[in-house]
């Protein structure tokens, strides 16, 4: 494998950042959250801080994906292990800043969307979250982003704990392919907020495998 998975610290973030940024930039959902034209010189800063306030939880982590020709981090994941179900918050996380010219009350409702569905689905029954997976434009389709699919669902399944995330409808070929399965869809109207078309989001869960 050309890749080498390893957990983030707080080093990491910057890269992190600039990684999502580079990958999620032409999204039309994120471009109404964030408009680059106003927001491109703030985003930077303010996900970072996202992301170290992120770190900081104990079911928090992020792995990344590095070659391990040239040491470069090409593709990094965000999961989160509720082993517990007291480590299951059923609220969603409100944010209060953001940065200039972005639209708050679009991303906190994109997130309370999510969070609601994944209680009707998951309930309080421990499980990991797979919040994030994106990969460097430059690096895509090179196996970095099944390297970190792989080793968290390997550490779920010594867990013998399901796995649950939202899908692109373009990452949802990449996820059957590790027995995730498809039971709900989430859809956002982006005519409701100044766009066009829906955000749609594939809910998909993957149970554990013994042996």
Not at 109 to 136: N, Q, S, V
Request: charged share 25%.
């Amino acid at each position: 494998m050309p890749f080498d998975v390893s957990e983030a610290s707080l080093d990491d973030i910057p890269t992190i950042s600039a990684i999502e940024a580079a990958a999620f930039g032409p999204e039309a959902l994120q471009n109404l959250m964030f408009p680059p034209e106003a927001t491109s010189d703030s985003y930077g800063p303010w996900a970072d801080e996202k992301y170290r306030d992120q770190l900081k939880s104990p079911v928090c982590k992020f792995l990344l994906a590095k070659d391990t020709d040239t040491g470069e981090t090409v593709s990094v994941s965000k999961w989160y292990f509720y082993e517990k179900a007291t480590d299951i918050d059923p609220k969603p996380t409100v944010m209060s800043s953001f940065p200039a010219g972005a639209n708050g009350e679009l991303y906190n409702h994109w997130k309370k969307l999510m969070k609601d569905k994944r209680t009707e689905i998951m309930g309080k029954k421990p499980y990991y979250l797979l919040a994030l997976l994106t990969t460097h434009p430059t690096h895509q389709g090179r196996g970095a982003g099944s390297a970190l699919v792989t080793h968290g669902t390997d550490l779920a399944d010594a867990a013998n704990l399901p796995c649950y995330l939202e899908a692109s409808p373009d990452g949802y070929d990449l996820y059957r392919k590790f027995d995730f399965e498809r039971v709900d869809t989430i859809v956002l109207p982006l005519e409701d907020w100044g766009g066009k078309g829906d955000w749609t989001g594939v809910v998909m869960v993957r149970q554990p495998k013994r042996g």
